[in-house]
């Protein structure tokens, strides 16, 4: 008995013109055929054709396997559409979805912005209490990070702790309350948050006019001299051996006042071994960081303004820069300081775009005005290590506030 040949090996309906079809595939002709067609031959056996189906079944769930994980992505950006307790169980749950619970300012508001036009509002009562949830996003981690002019850094609730914490040096937010974080508690916060704000003391981010110089000169940038160079070294040693104090430089017939090193509130606490830089010398005092030499270069500028130039030229007189430093890395270094100085909480420079000039904003302070706001972070910081380490102290059962507690709270201290 004459056995039937393969499905895919009969020729008897194949003609010459799809051989020569297959075999020049740029003039291939486009069929339009239903999805998973195929033509079986008619002189295949009943087996051939229940073997060769099979096959073609298996290949198609293949596919619409790959192209349903296509369509349904792992991670999901905009925040999900669960009921949220209060505005402060939203950033908890935004800083959750990130990395090790840290994220910039910039993304939060774009993950907001995102919430709020979304239909995830619905599931909120309180979302209908505020038009723009993002402009309430800096005095809200403000007050869950009890910085200075916030309610809860004077006036806290009972067995309050900071819940998040901004890192200066990545410029970023960190939230820090794991374990003590519930519903409850947060609502009960944002109540008092939202019933005190009016009292937060907001910081002036306004483009106003930069207060004028302490001493006018007329004196240009120039490279300085080498007995310029060594007198300025003299009173640079000087201001470094007392970096939790003021002080004044005098160059070139005009006076620069440069407030104390962040950080540095006391005569011993630059006795750690300073960090390793490729731009500066390894035996200077801990507290000299590119930072430092750069803030007080801007200090130094005549009328407290000048380009990047002539910033890069006056850090080359300090005694702390590697003398293999090249130009280049200088300018790339002090670049990289500029912005960094510029996004701080209080900065002291500005870039002028229209004059395409670096201005000084701490130019008319004086070495008391420092000194006080310098003792003033040092306390601000002392109560913040103070409240945490009263939280890590008590157990890790969250403390449940009452909301009635909280409005009674409020509605005294409003009457006060």
């Given at each position: 008995r004459r056995q039937d040949p393969h499905p895919e090996l009969n020729t008897e309906n194949t003609s010459l013109n799809d051989?020569?079809?297959?075999?020049?595939?740029?003039?291939?002709?486009?069929?339009?055929?239903?999805?998973?067609?195929?033509?079986?031959?008619?002189?295949?056996?009943?087996?051939?054709?229940h073997n060769?189906?099979?096959?073609?079944?298996?290949?198609?769930?293949?596919?619409?396997?790959?192209?349903?994980?296509?369509?349904?992505?792992?991670?999901?950006?905009?925040?999900?559409?669960?009921?949220?307790?209060?505005?402060?169980?939203?950033?908890?749950?935004?800083?959750?979805?990130?990395?090790?619970h840290r994220t910039s300012m910039h993304r939060l508001e774009e993950k907001i912005l995102i919430w709020q036009n979304s239909d995830a509002t619905v599931t909120c009562d309180w979302a209908l209490e505020e038009d723009n949830w993002v402009s309430q996003l800096l005095p809200a981690l403000r007050y869950l990070a009890a910085e200075e002019g916030a309610?809860?850094?004077?006036?806290?609730?009972?067995?309050?702790?900071?819940?998040?914490?901004?890192?200066?040096?990545?410029?970023?937010?960190?939230?820090?309350?794991?374990?003590?974080?519930?519903?409850?508690?947060?609502?009960?916060?944002?109540?008092?948050?939202?019933?005190?704000?009016?009292?937060?003391?907001?910081?002036?981010?306004?483009?106003?006019?930069?207060?004028?110089?302490?001493?006018?000169t007329d004196y240009v940038v120039r490279p300085s001299t080498e007995d310029e160079k060594e007198e300025f070294q003299e009173q640079e040693a000087v201001r470094y051996s007392n970096a939790h104090r003021s002080f004044s430089y005098h160059m070139h017939g005009y006076q620069s006042v440069v407030g104390p090193v962040k950080g540095v509130f006391n005569k011993d606490s630059g006795l750690s071994k300073a960090r390793e830089?490729?731009?500066l010398i390894s035996n200077r005092p801990a507290c000299v960081t590119i930072l430092s030499i750069v803030r007080d270069a801007a200090a130094r500028l005549p009328n407290g303004e000048g380009t990047r130039a002539e910033i890069c030229v006056l850090v080359r007189d300090s005694q702390y820069i590697a003398p293999t430093a090249t130009d280049q890395s200088v300018h790339t270094v002090v670049s990289g300081a500029l912005d960094r100085l510029h996004y701080e909480k209080d900065p002291c420079v500005r870039y002028d775009s229209n004059r395409k000039l670096w201005v000084y904003l701490h130019r008319n302070r004086s070495e008391d005005e420092f000194e006080k706001l310098h003792q003033a972070s040092a306390a601000a910081m002392r109560a913040k290590k103070q409240l945490l380490h009263k939280a890590k102290g008590k157990t890790l059962a969250p403390t449940n506030y009452s909301v009635s507690s909280v409005s009674a709270k409020a509605t005294k201290g409003g009457a006060k």
């Open positions: 051989i020569l079809g297959r075999c020049q595939m740029a003039k291939r002709p486009k069929i339009a055929t239903k999805k998973h067609s195929v033509i079986i031959p008619k002189k295949a056996s009943a087996a051939s054709k060769l189906l099979n096959g073609l079944k298996g290949k198609a769930k293949g596919k619409m396997g790959k192209a349903a994980k296509a369509k349904h992505p792992v991670i999901s950006e905009a925040p999900t559409l669960s009921a949220h307790s209060s505005f402060f169980a939203l950033i908890r749950h935004l800083f959750s979805s990130c990395t090790d309610v809860s850094s004077f006036s806290p609730l009972p067995g309050f702790a900071p819940m998040v914490d901004f890192k200066d040096r990545i410029q970023q937010w960190k939230w820090i309350a794991s374990g003590r974080d519930n519903d409850e508690t947060l609502k009960a916060l944002c109540d008092h948050f939202l019933a005190t704000r009016q009292d937060i003391v907001e910081p002036d981010m306004s483009e106003k006019s930069p207060p004028p110089p302490l001493t006018v830089h490729p731009l």
